[in-house]
C-alpha cells in the first residue's frame, strides 16, 4: 500500500528556518507530482507548493519556500526560510500521477501531517 511519512516540523521563533521531509513508499514515484498543502487552527487545507518535473508555489510563500525531490530516495523535501507566525498549520505532504495542481481534491495520496509552530 502507498504511504506518505511527514517528518522535521517542530518550534521556530519567526524568521527562522526549518526544512520538512516527506518519504514515499508503496508507488512507482517518479511519474507523480509531489506536493504541500498546510492547514492552520480553525482554516482550510490550502495549497502551498508542488513539484514533478520543475516547481510551483502559493504566492504566499513564493520566495521563502524551496520544494525539492530526490527521486532515488522516494523523497520530497520543504525548505522554508522566512518564518512568520503566519505559516504556523499542519503540513501535509500528498501525491497524485500526472501533472502538477493547486487542487487538493485531485491528489490521491495523503500523509499524516507534521506541525510547523512559529512563535514571535
Known amino acids: 500500500q502507498v504511504q506518505l511519512v511527514e517528518s522535521g516540523g517542530g518550534l521556530v521563533q519567526a524568521g527562522g528556518s526549518l526544512k520538512l521531509s516527506c518519504a514515499a513508499s508503496?508507488?512507482?514515484?517518479?511519474?507523480?507530482?509531489m506536493g504541500w498543502f498546510r492547514q492552520a487552527p480553525g482554516k482550510e487545507r490550502v495549497f502551498v507548493a508542488a513539484?514533478?518535473?520543475?516547481?510551483s508555489y502559493a504566492d504566499s510563500v513564493k520566495g521563502r519556500f524551496t520544494i525539492s525531490r530526490d527521486n532515488a530516495k522516494n523523497t520530497v523535501y520543504l525548505q522554508m526560510y522566512s518564518l512568520k507566525p503566519e505559516d504556523t498549520a499542519v503540513y501535509y505532504c500528498?501525491?497524485?500521477?500526472?501533472?502538477?495542481?493547486?487542487?487538493?481534491?485531485?491528489?490521491?495520496?495523503w500523509g499524516q501531517g507534521t506541525q510547523v509552530t512559529v512563535s514571535s
Open positions: 500528498a501525491a497524485r500521477l500526472g501533472p502538477a495542481s493547486t487542487n487538493e481534491g485531485s491528489y490521491s495520496y
Open positions: 508503496g508507488l512507482t514515484f517518479s511519474p507523480y507530482t
Open positions: 513539484m514533478r518535473r520543475s516547481p
